[in-house]
């Protein structure tokens, strides 16, 4: 335990002591009571960073005055901005294209890849390299009810209890309703998802679901999708064109 703050030390110290008793608990099958909703917001209230007032603050100026953020977001958007305007001229046309995507992780790709097959001209601009994103990260899986005995009618169920019922119900219902298609669109882009011996889906339990829908591509599935969709993108690079980050440094 060397390099563990004294803190740290101490928690580790609880978790080990609880360990038998929690072991035992799952060989009979036992499990923790579900908290009520008021327990639940106690404990976000006091724990989780997105619930907690301590390092945020509203925005002073600009279309999000008023709005509370932590202080990371509202230094940015408060700080001068990076675009020199007297670089700028209007005038000259650098990039003519029907769409512009801004982000090339796996939403700005898949976007570019649509619009493509669309038969849009598309050029995509990324301050990082292509496909550097939060898709890239993501380990566990991603949601479709494609499995028998389910359907976008469960999972739109749960991912609005999961929501506390405060989401949009009509975005969701997209999201939903869509995931099937998003799901088999990937795989006949090459994802390698997870599959039994027949060749069927394997679908796991995520958290908050009443079907097995969590499609995975061994603990990287993120970087399972991010990679297919960037090999697809430079596989059409004749309709998509990647603007690189020294063109926006030169603005």
């Excluded at 724990?47 to 990371?72: I, L, T």
Aim: glycine residues 10%; proline residues 4%; charged residues 30%.
């Amino acid at each position: 335990m060397n390099g563990y703050t004294s803190e740290l030390k101490e928690l580790i110290k609880k978790v080990e002591a609880s360990r038998h008793a929690r072991v035992e608990r799952a060989r009979k099958n036992q499990h923790f009571p579900a908290l009520t909703m008021e327990q639940r917001k106690e404990w976000l209230n006091k724990y989780h960073p997105d619930y907690k007032s301590d390092g945020r603050r509203a925005v002073k100026v600009g279309p999000n005055k008023g709005e509370v953020f932590p202080e990371e977001v509202v230094n940015l958007l408060e700080s001068r901005s990076r675009i020199t305007p007297k670089n700028i001229d209007l005038t000259k046309i650098d990039y003519e294209t029907d769409v512009l995507v801004i982000g090339a992780g796996g939403a700005g790709t898949s976007a570019a890849l649509i619009a493509q097959e669309n038969g849009r001209k598309v050029i995509v601009a990324t301050k990082l390299r292509h496909g550097d994103s939060n898709t890239v990260m993501a380990e566990g899986g991603i949601q479709g009810a494609d499995q028998e005995g389910d359907s976008p009618y469960y999972h739109f169920i749960d991912a609005m209890g999961g929501g506390h019922f405060s989401n949009q119900p009509d975005l969701v219902a997209a999201l939903t309703n869509d995931a099937p298609v998003a799901l088999h669109w990937l795989e006949s882009l090459g994802l390698m998802f997870d599959k039994y011996p027949d060749g069927r889906m394997l679908a796991r339990h995520g958290g908050g679901t009443c079907r097995r829908r969590m499609h995975s591509a061994g603990d990287m599935t993120g970087a399972e999708i991010m990679r297919v969709v960037r090999d697809e993108a430079r596989n059409r690079s004749e309709d998509i064109c990647g603007m690189r980050r020294e063109t926006a440094q030169k603005i």
